[in-house]
Nanobody
């Protein structure tokens, strides 16, 4: 079952900006530590940025100073603000992380991948 939906991708020229969003479904009570990944054509999925539930962030060296990960716990949403985009940022972007849901009065944690959102940067 897909619990996360990414959006905000598109086509931009180098130097442009995009803001990606990742929203958890209604069945999810809360989001925990979250991660953005990218997968370029023909390459393995790689980590872009992480954010803990408390807001501590980390970034891949390739995006430091250009990308900012943030979150709104009340909206169960994680964002990725991407500035100064480069052609090599072209990829499908996915989010993932710990997701808490309730069933039968108990709380459980799961994770899932969304469908991803395509980012294309032209030079």
């Amino acid at each position: 079952q897909v619990h996360l939906v990414e959006s905000g991708g598109g086509s931009v020229q180098a130097g442009g900006s995009l803001r990606l969003s990742c929203v958890a479904s209604e069945t999810i009570v809360s989001i925990n530590d979250m991660v953005w990944y990218l997968q370029a054509p023909g390459k393995q999925r790689e980590l872009v940025a992480t954010i803990t539930k408390g807001g501590i962030t980390n970034y891949a060296d390739s995006v430091k100073g250009r990308f900012t990960i943030s979150r709104d716990n009340a909206k169960k949403t994680v964002y990725l603000q991407m500035n100064s985009l480069k052609a090599e940022d072209t990829a499908v972007y996915y989010c993932n992380g710990g997701l808490t849901y309730s069933r039968g009065g108990f709380f459980y944690t799961t994770s899932s991948w969304g469908q991803g959102t395509q980012v294309t940067v032209s030079s």
